[in-house]
């Protein structure tokens, strides 16, 4: 007999990516919640910038997108506004994909422990920009990737999963290259781990 714990399928979790830039990683977990590598579902893009790569593959796959412009209204105000828009799609986890904003206090409290973010350095090391150039130049042994929980502070939270790798004789390119690969695999790492947890 089949039981029927076996046979209830849980909700997939509800999520929001925020992007500003290329969205590869956007699209690695888009990819990712049609294969069903991970039970998630992406139900809006949320992205600061009017021409990046990842609106257009959230037309492609019919994810609705909210564009946000810091640039000609308060943050206070606009946070506001992305807040109620949001509360209409009941998102049980927010993820950030090369979102290149820091979120205000009062959007952090209000998806306290929803939001994660994935770094392309071995935190607490190398926070914010250029990382991996900047940990190149410092010739670190290792470089890597986080996934983190977000906080009021920039990349900065508890770490879900770190991942590093030896340096080597690696290019700057090659090294870039292989965090890029840590990231995209971590980050549905996380996104399981708290699925699982839900
Ligand atoms: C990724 O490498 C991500 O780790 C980094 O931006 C890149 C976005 O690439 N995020 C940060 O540096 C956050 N502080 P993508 O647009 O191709 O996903």
Redesign the pocket.
Known sequence: MVSRRNTIKKRALRMAIF????????KNIVDASLALKINAQVMVLVCNKKYAK?LNLAKHHNIPTIIIDYDNINKEELEHNLLKELAKYHLDLIC?????RKLSPLFVKTYHNKII????SLLPKY???K?MERAYEAKEEKMG?TVHFVDDGL?TGSIIIQEAFKVGNRTLEEAIAK??EI?YRIYLEAINIIEGEN
Do not use: K, Q, Y
Request: net charge negative.
């Open positions: 992007a500003s830039g290329t969205g590869t990683n956007f990842a950030l994909a090369g979102f290149m973010n994935v770094h392309p926070r914010g920009l990382a990737a990349d965090t890029h990231e």
